[in-house]
């Protein structure tokens, strides 16, 4: 072979390997799924520097930051400084106002001027954990025992009461949401466009997923997770690898947003650890690697509750709506949904009866157990 012969051959061969570790490279690493957001939620201080160091440190494998902070938004300078640096960074950004009287500035005001300047990089998160605080008794509960004789009476006014107070937010955000831990339905029917539903506790995955991902998509709003405590001191958080498994699960699930709570400061970056961090890069890079992932395990059955039955699903005999004791149907319920989370996993949903939406259910579910059927 001449030497000309030789170099044109060489050459020839490695443009081909180029061409073809490009082509692997191209078809390993994609996109992200359309509007799929995964970030910290930065609670763990009120100094704007340590937000601006968070955000530094994630946004390479993140691509939405939750300001928690509520000593950040009680100021608004320090906000807008916080929601500008957060923006340049290229992440999305979502803010959270509590039910407080300690803002000097008007949040509505403030909200659509940033709606102005964002757009949809934005979205609002108004007030927390609505079902829980109902279920426990906390200091956001809307409804007492004096108030209702029923089911239907609870359901009616919790809707209601905090219906009111969506509809005087949702005109000044494209999308308003919430994170909770019980009711989800009923917060959808309150008007909320996305609910995240809390991993933390010992509480089953599968069956917080099924709560929210049934109530969301019957109610046609978006849905996600938010990775919370699993202990309630030091490291409060689970560890990195629980965390990289529940990602994972809620994004083969379909969630459209995941966000890693990050409260108090134990260590330079809140709880979460160089490990955490690790986690997230790894899952990072497995959404963009397997972007078809994305929503494969759609429920393929669905478990029908009775009507306003706002059971908190922590236990056989948990509370009803925090009101009422459990009754004849708790154990059963209970039992009936735990077996089907064992049978179906992820592929499970649980939704309500309400007339107006047997038709979808046939729609979307190949079938659907009731709570008055027995289940084998």
Same mark, same amino acid.
């Given at each position: 072979?001449?030497?000309?012969?030789?170099?044109?051959?060489?050459?020839?061969? &490695?443009?081909?390997?180029?061409?073809?570790?490009?082509?692997?490279?191209?078809?390993?690493?994609?996109?992200?799924?359309?509007?799929?957001?995964?970030?910290?939620?930065?609670?763990?201080?009120?100094?704007?520097?340590?937000?601006?160091?968070?955000?530094?440190?994630?946004?390479?494998?993140?691509?939405?930051?939750?300001?928690?902070?509520?000593?950040?938004?009680?100021?608004?300078?320090?906000?807008?400084?916080?929601?500008?640096?957060?923006?340049?960074?290229?992440?999305?950004?979502?803010?959270?106002?509590?039910?407080?009287?300690?803002?000097?500035?008007?949040?509505?005001?403030?909200?659509?001027?940033?709606?102005?300047?964002?757009?949809?990089?934005?979205?609002?998160?108004?007030?927390?954990?609505?079902?829980?605080?109902?279920?426990?008794?906390?200091?956001?509960?809307?409804?007492?025992?004096?108030?209702?004789?029923?089911?239907?009476?609870?359901?009616?006014?919790?809707?209601?009461?905090?219906?009111?107070?969506?509809?005087?937010?949702?005109?000044?955000?494209?999308?308003?949401?919430? &994170?909770?831990?019980?009711?989800?339905?009923?917060?959808? =029917?309150?008007?909320?466009?996305?609910?995240?539903?809390?991993?933390?506790?010992?509480?089953?995955?599968?069956?917080?997923?099924?709560?929210?991902?049934?109530?969301?998509?019957?109610?046609?709003?978006?849905?996600?997770?938010?990775?919370?405590?699993?202990?309630?001191?030091?490291?409060?958080?689970?560890? &990195?690898?629980?965390?990289?498994?529940?990602?994972?699960?809620?994004?083969?699930?379909?969630? =459209?947003?995941?966000?890693?709570?990050?409260?108090?400061?134990?260590?330079?970056?809140?709880?979460?650890?160089?490990?955490?961090?690790?986690?997230?890069?790894?899952?990072?890079?497995?959404?963009?690697?397997?972007?078809?992932?994305?929503?494969?395990?759609?429920?393929?059955?669905?478990?029908?509750?009775?009507?306003?039955?706002?059971?908190?699903?922590?236990?056989?005999?948990?509370?009803?709506?925090?009101?009422?004791?459990?009754?004849?149907?708790?154990?059963?319920?209970?039992?009936?949904?735990?077996?089907?989370?064992?049978?179906?996993?992820?592929?499970?949903?649980?939704?309500?009866?309400?007339?107006?939406?047997?038709?979808?259910?046939?729609?979307?579910?190949?079938?659907?157990?009731?709570?008055?059927?027995?289940?084998?």
């Amino acid at each position: 072979m001449s030497r000309r012969l030789l170099v044109l051959t060489t050459v020839l061969i &490695a443009v081909i390997l180029i061409a073809s570790f490009a082509t692997i490279e191209w078809l390993t690493f994609r996109e992200l799924p359309p509007g799929f957001l995964v970030g910290v939620e930065f609670a763990y201080s009120g100094n704007v520097n340590d937000l601006k160091d968070m955000v530094d440190k994630v946004k390479s494998y993140t691509n939405l930051f939750v300001i928690g902070s509520i000593e950040i938004t009680f100021n608004q300078t320090a906000l807008n400084e916080a929601c500008n640096y957060i923006i340049k960074a290229g992440l999305h950004l979502t803010v959270l106002f509590t039910d407080s009287t300690q803002y000097s500035y008007s949040i509505f005001d403030w909200m659509d001027d940033a709606k102005e300047r964002y757009g949809d990089m934005l979205s609002i998160y108004r007030f927390d954990e609505l079902g829980g605080n109902q279920l426990d008794g906390g200091t956001s509960r809307i409804i007492n025992a004096t108030e209702v004789v029923d089911y239907s009476d609870a359901a009616t006014l919790y809707v209601e009461r905090w219906g009111a107070h969506v509809q005087y937010y949702s005109p000044h955000t494209s999308e308003l949401l919430t &994170a909770d831990y019980g009711l989800y339905w009923f917060d959808y =029917k309150a008007g909320y466009d996305t609910v995240l539903a809390e991993f933390g506790w010992n509480h089953s995955r599968e069956l917080q997923l099924a709560l929210c991902r049934g109530a969301a998509k019957t109610h046609d709003r978006n849905w996600g997770i938010s990775v919370t405590w699993t202990y309630n001191g030091t490291p409060y958080i689970e560890s &990195a690898s629980k965390l990289y498994y529940d990602m994972i699960l809620a994004f083969d699930a379909g969630a =459209k947003y995941i966000v890693v709570f990050d409260y108090p400061k134990i260590g330079p970056y809140g709880i979460l650890t160089e490990e955490h961090f690790e986690a997230m890069k790894r899952f990072w890079n497995y959404a963009h690697s397997n972007s078809q992932e994305f929503g494969v395990y759609q429920a393929k059955v669905a478990y029908v509750l009775p009507k306003d039955y706002g059971f908190g699903f922590r236990r056989s005999d948990d509370t009803i709506w925090g009101l009422f004791p459990p009754d004849e149907l708790s154990e059963k319920i209970w039992y009936d949904v735990n077996k089907l989370v064992s049978i179906y996993g992820s592929r499970l949903d649980i939704v309500y009866y309400e007339s107006e939406f047997l038709d979808t259910y046939n729609s979307f579910y190949e079938k659907l157990f009731f709570w008055n059927e027995t289940i084998e």
